[in-house]
């Protein structure tokens, strides 16, 4: 099979295209034919020798990758049989493996892909996709009229976390610039903010709930908008924050 392997962590010089064995399976596995991969900031962060390289370094040969689209070539689980399309993230945060015609991956890392979707839309969803929903999900419990502010919301996560808030039930406040409103909205946001021209910490106030993507000076930002007992939920790549808000913040 052809595989992009990793040299040494640095720049794109170090991948090289390679010819390897394709890999076998063991019992709960599926060998899936990739037919699209995707590339996340922190695939970026992993072959520059920060994010996950601790976890490839041990690895031979390296090769980066967790996110996938493809078509099961052999199973030995009960989930999938030969011929369904798949996708998913595999093996995160540990080796993926994802740059390469054929992947191992554990079955139940795996979902059916739906014939209306592509198999590259299908894999841009892993990591962005999950991202949002354990935010909501497992870190914040987003409960049906709670109120959720979602910065980036045009962006990987963001727009994900939009459409995830308002099957839950949400109310949605969206920042992005002014070119993205129409597709924040789009996406079923109740308000949009354009973050260029408007101060977000004093427009937006009371919310339950802030998923900054961000980080970094945003997060000042995003605690004056919170009501007591709110949260703010920052996801990333290799862990998870979440921070309680406690009391109401000085201004």
């Known amino acids: 099979m052809k595989a992009i392997v990793l040299k040494d962590f640095g720049g794109v010089d170090q991948l090289q295209e390679m010819e390897l064995p394709a890999p076998g399976i063991s019992d709960g596995e599926v060998l899936v034919e990739v037919k699209a991969i995707s590339i996340n900031p922190v695939d970026i962060k992993t072959r520059e020798g920060k994010g996950l390289a601790e976890n490839l370094k041990g690895s031979s040969p390296m090769i980066l990758g967790w996110d996938i689209s493809g078509v099961v070539t052999e199973s030995k689980s009960d989930l999938f049989q030969e011929g369904d399309e798949v996708f998913g993230m595999i093996n995160f945060p540990g080796v993926g493996r994802a740059y390469a015609q054929y992947v191992a991956a554990p079955a139940d890392q795996l979902a059916l892909k739906p014939e209306q979707v592509s198999h590259p839309a299908a894999a841009a969803a892993g990591l962005a996709a999950l991202t949002a929903w354990q935010a909501f999900a497992d870190h914040s419990r987003l409960k049906s009229g709670q109120r959720v502010l979602i910065h980036a919301a045009s962006g990987g996560v963001g727009h994900f976390a939009v459409q995830i808030a308002k099957h839950i039930g949400a109310y949605v406040i969206g920042t992005s610039s ?58 990333l790549p290799s862990r998870r924050i979440n921070w309680r808000r406690r009391q109401r913040p000085r201004v």
């Open 178 to 235: 002014a070119e993205n409103r129409d597709f924040v909205l789009g996406l079923g946001a109740d308000e949009h903010i354009d973050y260029k021209t408007q101060d977000v910490g004093a427009v937006v106030k009371n919310v339950d709930l802030v998923l900054d993507p961000l980080g970094g000076a945003n997060i000042d930002l995003s605690l004056k908008t919170l009501k007591k007992g709110g949260h703010w939920s920052a996801s």
